[in-house]
């Protein structure tokens, strides 16, 4: 089994909002900063890979009739020790995120990978196919995160030690790029571009198979 392919998926073949389109409700809510935006895909990536780590090594001794409510059950403990920590040793993490981090336990992403890759294969597979996919949703959530807040404020990493004023102080950003507006406007910018990157390399792909086709049909 080829570990990196099951990892670099995330990245870009399947990732998690700008390819499947699943958890956008933290896309929108906190990604108004760059901060707030590692913090939930950090947040989200550890779920879903302890998850996946948990599910694999349970799967054989779990009732398929069941096998969601102990799938949430399992995803409500992880997160539940994830904002106790926060709480505890990243009190400024937890203050900016707050509610936001009970709702990772209703993120589909994490209930997905679950169903399909976890619960069919081992231990090692699904910790990869969790941190590609958590990757994945980290990457997204933070180029989000920046572009509305570059545009929006004209700083990164506003409110904290490591702030960069980019655009000079006199730049009046539209305040629809801090606002729920901003982010469906770049998610779906970026959507595009990800299908349109998508199709040329499918038709590469038909391309190259064609190719190794007729080469073949002539070397017989």
């Known amino acids: 089994m080829n570990y990196w392919q099951i990892f670099k998926k995330g990245i870009f073949e399947m990732n998690p909002i700008f390819r ?81 981090l009970e709702l990772i336990v209703v993120f589909a992403i994490i209930l997905a990978r679950a169903e399909v890759f976890a619960m069919k294969n081992g231990v090692i597979p699904s910790a990869i ?12 959530m933070l180029f989000i995160g920046a572009v509305r807040e570059l ?3 004209g700083m990164l990493l506003g409110g904290t030690s490591m702030a960069m004023q980019v655009f000079p102080t006199s730049y009046d950003g539209p305040m ?3 606002l729920a507006p901003g982010a469906f ?28 086709a007729v080469q073949r049909s002539e070397a017989v």
Do not use: H, W
């Open 151 to 153: 545009f929006g404020t």
């Open 20 to 100: 499947l389109a699943l958890s956008l409700c933290p896309a929108l809510a906190v990604t108004s900063t760059v901060f707030n935006a590692l913090g939930m895909g950090l947040c989200v990536m550890a779920v879903i890979t302890a998850n996946n780590i948990t599910v694999s090594i349970v799967k054989n001794f779990v009732n398929p009739k069941v096998r969601v409510p102990v799938f949430i059950t399992i995803i409500a403990t992880i997160v539940t020790l994830i904002i106790l920590t926060l709480e505890a040793y990243f009190p400024a993490v937890y203050r900016e995120l707050g509610l936001y």
């Open 185 to 212: 406007l770049v998610i779906g910018l970026m959507i595009g571009m990800f299908n349109v990157i998508g199709e040329y390399q499918d038709r590469q792909a038909e391309a190259k198979a064609s190719q190794n």
């Open 129 to 140: 196919d969790g941190l590609g996919m958590g990757a994945g949703f980290t990457l997204a």
């Open 176 to 178: 629809i790029m801090i």
